[in-house]
């Protein structure tokens, strides 16, 4: 999204807010469970506060309305694929509600841990309709930009295995059991994240970051994408017409 | 109507919609004794009722923290666990599920908070077609004279104090219900409902609701749905070995 371009609502705007107010930049960082975003976002948060930006960061699951209510529900085994989904578009709305919009209006830089994009890619995984999850998720703001950690199925499992020792229940789609055993069946689910983000790619305008290759490499490719957001009009134009085609997105 | 999967197992869905004092809830509560005393299995289900979701949508309640899209947000994860926990199983199992209030409540209230209608419409999309859906229409003086008289407080969010329609709880409450009326009123042909005139005796909409029942599915009732025979059978073999 071009510098000076206030930001816009997906299809639903939300009522209330005038999306001119929102002065700061909202950066999403994207990818499969394990791809090593949160790292990523920790170093990236310093980063920028080095230079000076206010930043605040939010990923799932972490509203004070519904936080604690998805914790307890994932402890229960008994979510449903349609409940898990709306109860994360529950989670996802009080967070963009009540934290992102008021620190944009604020001038902060927005780092989130996944968007709409995860929940609409493990709404399709577990089965749901595309165009539903898609509309429900309506209300989302359009980021300035999304980038997609992406990385195969057998990058994670060295990442799980090693870094994790063992395989997280909700992270191999145990609830729906994809397969025979919590590998299998990981192996599938994500799979099948993966192939869902894929599919967002193109549509969302996401910027895509080879993540199967060490931490240091995909920090200095985001640190040089997200450079270039915050670029003032006259730094635009010294550096000629190359550099925003990337950051662009399809309508 | 177009809404909704149609629903293609054994059991049938009736609901009942209505603005708050319609009397829908008395009405369904005694057509599901009668449909029980024929000897079929029935399954009952509640709007806003999921363990699940609960101390979610309490503790927004309590802290007044909802916005008019997590409102929507919560009572479709509610309907969802509902659903997919009660509803569907006892559909499937043969059962005649009875829902007080559906997915039209959603329709009618959160547009009437502030949310699109194309919007909620979607939102609720993964849910079964009822095969019979009663809306109670009353007008607004007199539910409002039911609900006035019986109960002591009416809270925040029933009266759609969140709206800033009134300062005055009973006020902002009228004008509330009076909204959601009218977006009833406005979708009653759209979606099919067996309208029910609700200013009429207990007995005579007790009546008509069991007039279109067996019009519409008293074939049903008698031979597909889940029958307590069945499980009577069961029962006595297993009862069988003790005697």
Redesign the interface.
């Known amino acids: 999204m071009p510098a000076g371009q206030p930001l816009q609502f997906y299809s ?1 705007p ?2 209330d807010v005038d999306s001119a107010d929102l002065q700061g930049k909202l950066i999403v960082i994207e990818g499969p469970d394990a791809v090593g975003r949160s790292t990523q976002i920790a170093r990236l948060r310093a980063w920028l506060e080095q230079q000076g930006h206010a930043v605040l960061d939010t990923g799932m699951a972490r509203s ?3 936080g ?2 998805i914790k ?2 994932k402890e ?1 085994n ?6 898990m ?3 994360y ?2 989670d996802f ?2 967070r963009l ?2 934290e992102i919009i008021p620190a944009l209006r604020a001038g902060f830089v927005v780092l989130t841990d996944r968007y709409i994009f995860s929940l609409m890619a493990r709404a399709i995984a577990r089965g ?2 595309r165009a ?1 999850i898609e ?2 998720a ?2 989302g703001l359009r980021p300035h930009a999304v980038y997609y950690l992406r990385a195969d199925v057998k990058d994670l499992i060295s990442r799980v295995v090693i870094g994790r020792g063992g395989f997280d229940y909700w992270e191999s789609g145990m609830d729906v059991g994809f397969g025979a055993d919590r590998y299998e069946s990981f192996v599938r689910y994500q799979g099948r994240l993966i192939r869902a983000l894929d599919g967002m790619a193109k549509k969302y305008g996401f910027v895509v970051i080879n993540a199967s290759r060490g931490p240091d490499q995909i920090f200095r490719d985001l640190q040089r994408h997200i450079a270039r957001l915050f670029r003032t009009p006259a730094e635009r134009r010294r550096a000629g017409a190359a550099p925003l085609s990337r950051e662009r997105r399809s309508p | 109507m177009s809404y909704f999967a149609p629903n293609r197992h054994r059991g049938k869905l009736i609901i009942v919609e209505g603005i708050d004092g319609s009397g829908k809830s008395t009405q369904l509560s005694l057509l599901s004794q009668w449909i029980r005393s024929q000897g079929v299995a029935v399954a009952f289900s509640e709007w806003n009722s999921s363990p699940l979701v609960r101390k979610t949508t309490r503790r927004g309640k309590k802290k007044e923290m909802f916005t008019v899209t997590t409102f929507s947000l919560i009572h479709a994860t509610d309907f969802a666990d509902r659903l997919e926990r009660s509803i569907l199983p006892m559909l499937k199992a043969g059962a005649v599920v009875c829902a007080d209030r559906y997915a039209y409540t959603a329709f009618a209230r959160d547009v009437v908070r502030g949310v699109s209608r194309r919007w909620v419409r979607n939102l609720y999309q993964f849910a079964v077609r009822p095969n019979l859906a009663f809306y109670f229409r009353v007008p607004l003086e007199v539910a409002l004279g039911r609900i006035l008289g019986g109960r002591n407080a009416i809270k925040y969010y029933e009266a759609g104090m969140d709206l800033g329609l009134s300062r005055n709880v009973e006020e902002s409450f009228r004008l509330f219900q009076g909204r959601i009326l009218e977006e009833y009123e406005a979708m009653a042909p759209e979606m099919g409902f067996h309208v029910i005139d609700a200013t009429g005796s207990i007995e005579e909409q007790q009546r008509q609701m069991r007039k279109i029942v067996m019009e519409e599915i008293g074939e049903h009732l008698r031979t597909t749905v889940l029958r307590s025979q069945e499980g009577a059978t069961h029962a006595s073999r297993a009862a069988a070995p003790v005697l």
């Open positions: 639903e939300l009522p004070a309305l519904a604690k209510g307890q529900a229960g008994t979510f449903g694929r349609l409940t989904t709306l109860f578009a529950t709305a009080d509600e009540n749901a309709d539903w509309k429900v309506g209300f």
